[in-house]
């Protein structure tokens, strides 16, 4: 059975791995480091054992200060490329590197992927830290960065409190302040499109439609799924007025949907604001660009990244946390 994990507990060492596989600790380096052939059923007995102990090879401690941060970019290829997020979030992070010396080495891999090689990469040594963007699933890979002594901290809130540090923007506060504002307008008939329940912006989102909505007695609420892209705006959109003909008002938990689903009130021959209001999230240049221009809540991306990495460099404790307030933008749509 392999042993609990520990944030506090000394780090595994390779003679650990070496006892509870019952070899020696040069037969362990060999089969750890590939120098050399052994046979396929101590190798089996060796990575069972590191595998119990969270076990990862390290450099040297001299070799620590790589001078690069690594950010992990946990999305589809297509989506990522679609969305300005990231592309904020890194103008961010670069404005604020300490001096010259600092690089950043970004990769993107797809939601929830487990890549050992990038593992291996990421806790043997040659990066100072790492920032997680975007839903990175389970804590296998915190636990291994916490036991290779890697900073790390996560661009959102982590769905276990307590798991690793974060910063992230105030979501609930500013998709309340949203739906208050459309209910406020005089709209009794209030949907949303929210973002995927599984996420923290979409859950936090999503609880802040809701907290707006139970202080308005006569206000009728919806809720429609999307995935933060416009197509899945669109098609909430659709399904939206497929169950409820007479809503006058939209939430849209991300700026893309709300475009998405802008489109579709266009099809249907309906105008915003003056038959549905319509209001997103992010502030996200799709959203100026809109017409009618787009009433959206603001969220500080680039100060997100600079302060995400301000967090890291400062090596934080695992439930450290920062979060920043949003602002609603008012424009045309709602």
């Known amino acids: 059975m392999s042993q609990p994990f520990h944030s506090n507990a000394p780090a595994p060492t390779l003679a ?11 037969t362990a380096s060999r089969v750890l ?3 050399a052939r052994v046979s396929t ?15 990862v090879r390290r450099r040297a401690p001299s070799a620590r200060e790589t001078g690069v941060v690594a950010v992990v970019v946990f999305a589809d290829p297509a989506q990522h490329h679609a969305d300005a997020f990231p592309v904020r979030l890194l103008a961010g992070l670069r404005r604020s590197l300490p001096g010259a010396e600092r690089e ?4 993107t891999v797809p939601k929830r992927s487990r890549r050992p090689p990038l593992v291996r990469y990421l806790c043997g040594g040659h990066v100072d830290g790492v920032l997680l963007v975007g839903p990175w699933g389970d804590t296998a890979l915190i636990r291994l960065l916490h036991a290779a002594r890697v900073p790390v901290v996560s661009l959102g809130r982590p769905s276990e409190p307590g798991t690793v540090a974060f910063v992230d923007a105030d979501n609930l506060t ?5 739906v208050r504002r459309l209910c406020a307008s005089g709209r009794r008939s209030v949907a949303t499109i929210a973002g995927p329940p599984d996420t923290a912006a979409g859950s ?15 206000v009728r609420p919806a809720v429609a ?6 197509a899945s705006g669109e098609h909430a959109m659709q399904w939206l007025l497929d169950q409820r003909p007479d809503l006058n008002a939209v939430f849209a938990a991300s700026d893309q949907m709300a475009a998405g689903a802008l489109r579709t009130l266009r099809r249907h021959g309906l105008r915003v604001p003056e038959d549905v209001a319509l209001i997103g999230f992010d502030d996200a240049p799709v959203a100026s660009r809109c017409r009618p221009g787009l ?4 969220q500080p991306v680039e100060e997100l990244g600079s302060r995400a990495l301000e967090l890291l460099l400062r090596n934080p404790a695992h439930g450290e946390s920062v979060v920043l307030p949003t602002r609603l933008v008012i424009r045309a749509s709602g």
Do not use: C, K, P, W
């Open 16 to 26: 650990e791995v070496a006892r509870r596989a019952g070899v020696s600790i040069a």
């Open 33 to 35: 480091n590939r120098s």
């Open 41 to 55: 059923d101590v190798a089996a007995r060796v990575e069972q054992a590191a595998r119990e102990l969270a076990y």
């Open 104 to 107: 950043l080495a970004v990769f």
């Open 174 to 178: 500013g998709a309340r302040d949203a």
């Open 204 to 218: 936090d989102r999503l609880a802040g439609y809701h907290q707006a909505m139970a202080a308005m007695v006569a």
């Open 225 to 230: 799924y999307g995935d933060f892209s416009s």
């Open 295 to 298: 009433t959206t809540v603001r």
